[in-house]
């Protein structure tokens, strides 16, 4: 088992800045690769980032694509996503995944493990 917890979220003016923290335990962090999603009110959970093992491949949504950077680091057991110039459409549930194995970074269902989420709410 992997447990994961976000941190990070809260309110920020449009154009703002936010990091988000996923800090992993329970299992060697470096043998999963992790994602962000975000769900909004109404809405089903979307993709917004993902990473390999060791950080060389990432992986983004196009609606997040040039604003938002994820990166993780193993010896901390931690994963981030730092996301700038934020907009009101940014504004969700963020949460952050880890998965072993194949299949594909962009689908929810390719995941194993889940944080709680950390909400992120962008004013304009």
């Known amino acids: 088992q992997v447990q994961l917890v976000e941190s990070g979220g809260g309110l920020v003016q449009a154009g703002g800045s936010l990091r988000l923290s996923c800090v992993a335990s329970?299992?060697?962090?470096?043998?999963?690769?992790m994602g962000w999603f975000r769900q909004a009110a109404g809405k089903e959970r979307e993709f917004v980032a993902a990473?390999?093992?060791?950080?060389?491949?990432?992986y983004y949504a196009d609606s997040v694509k040039g604003r938002f950077t994820i990166s993780r680091d193993n010896t901390k057991n931690t994963g981030y996503l730092q996301m700038n110039s934020l907009k009101p459409e940014d504004t969700a549930v963020y949460y952050c995944?880890?998965?072993?194995?194949?299949?594909?970074?962009?689908?929810?269902?390719?995941?194993?493990?889940w944080g709680q989420g950390t909400q992120v709410t962008v004013s304009s």
């Open positions: 990473i390999s093992l060791g950080g060389r491949s990432t």
């Open positions: 995944a880890a998965r072993y194995g194949g299949g594909n970074y962009y689908t929810p269902s390719s995941y194993h493990y």
């Open positions: 329970g299992r060697t962090f470096s043998n999963y690769s």
